[in-house]
């Protein structure tokens, strides 16, 4: 019988909690992650065989996300090639800027797992390095 989503996001909640992470469900489709260290959060989402994920930098006025800021985020060499940036509508004129990676899971066995924990590291580890490219940029006065 194979595995169900929510078979899939109950096995990777496991093994995020087992390496200390923090892990809580919301809607039934989506996993928090929070690091117990430096209290940074993340959300997971599995669509099929894709685990998407996506940590929040910052939400700013939307006047704040400039052509310039755009080519810092874009740039090939901007320190960051394990993430992507995306921008969101957050809603009353504020932008929410993300980074974002993802994994394709096969079995769930060792290599997913490595898989996973590596695209979750690679954030947290992304997202000190954003704030240094684009952190200033940001800043809401």
Same mark, same amino acid.
């Given at each position: 019988?194979?595995?169900?989503?929510?078979?899939?996001?109950? @096995? &990777?909640?496991?093994?995020?909690?087992?390496?200390?992470?923090?892990?809580? #469900?919301?809607? +039934?489709?989506?996993?928090?992650?929070? /690091? !117990? #260290? *430096?209290?940074?959060? %993340?959300?997971?989402?599995? #669509? +099929? /065989? &894709? =685990?998407? %994920?996506? %940590?929040?930098?910052?939400?700013?006025?939307?006047?704040? &996300?400039?052509? #310039?800021?755009?080519?810092?985020?874009?740039?090939? $060499?901007?320190?960051?090639?394990?993430?992507?940036?995306? !921008?969101? $509508?957050?809603?009353?004129? @504020?932008?929410?800027?993300? !980074?974002?990676?993802?994994?394709? =899971?096969?079995?769930?066995?060792? /290599?997913?797992?490595?898989? &996973? %924990?590596?695209?979750?590291?690679?954030? !947290?580890?992304?997202?000190?390095?954003? @704030? *240094?490219?684009?952190?200033?940029?940001? @800043?809401?006065?």
């Amino acid at each position: 019988m194979p595995n169900t989503t929510s078979s899939h996001l109950a @096995q &990777i909640h496991d093994l995020l909690a087992r390496k200390r992470y923090s892990v809580s #469900e919301s809607d +039934g489709s989506v996993l928090k992650i929070q /690091d !117990l #260290e *430096s209290g940074i959060s %993340l959300r997971a989402v599995l #669509e +099929g /065989d &894709i =685990l998407f %994920l996506s %940590l929040v930098c910052m939400v700013v006025p939307r006047s704040k &996300i400039t052509a #310039e800021l755009m080519y810092k985020m874009l740039a090939a $060499d901007n320190g960051i090639s394990t993430s992507h940036f995306q !921008l969101y $509508d957050a809603g009353s004129g @504020q932008i929410a800027v993300t !980074l974002n990676n993802f994994c394709k =899971l096969q079995e769930l066995g060792p /290599d997913d797992e490595d898989d &996973i %924990l590596s695209c979750v590291s690679f954030l !947290l580890a992304d997202v000190v390095h954003a @704030q *240094s490219l684009i952190g200033a940029d940001l @800043q809401v006065a």
